[in-house]
């Protein structure tokens, strides 16, 4: 079992910068990758980013050049530096990881990123 627990979430500017972090814990020499999904207002969930253990990252088109995710592998804790944001960018935002040879997926409880333009 791993649990995440997210934090950074908030209020942010069209234009502005904020930084999420979702810190890992129970069986994390298990964890192959961690990574951020959001979930918009009557949307579905989307993938944000992705980082394997070994720094290997995966974007979503929308965000590519604005988010930029890291991992640290001592702390086994992910982060999401949120640039330039949009309005768009509004969603509940869900640390995911995927561990163990079954590539089982958990969850954090989800942080909300509201951004006001």
């Known amino acids: 079992q791993v649990q995440l627990v997210e934090s950074g979430g908030g209020l942010g500017q069209a234009g502005g910068s904020l930084r999420l972090s979702c810190a890992a814990s129970?069986?994390?020499?298990?964890?192959?990758?961690m990574g951020w999904y959001r979930q918009a207002p009557g949307k579905q969930r989307e993938l944000v980013a992705t980082?394997?253990?070994?720094?290997?990252?995966n974007y979503a088109d929308s965000v590519k050049g604005r988010f930029t995710i890291s991992i640290d592998n001592a702390k086994n804790t992910v982060y999401l530096q949120m640039n330039s944001l949009k309005p768009e960018d509004t969603a509940v935002y869900y640390c995911?990881?995927?561990?163990?040879?079954?590539?089982?997926?958990?969850w954090g409880q989800g942080t909300q990123v509201t951004v006001s333009s």
């Open positions: 980082v394997s253990r070994r720094g290997n990252t």
């Open positions: 129970g069986s994390v020499s298990s964890i192959n990758s």
């Open positions: 995911t990881t995927l561990a163990g040879v079954t590539m089982t997926r958990y």
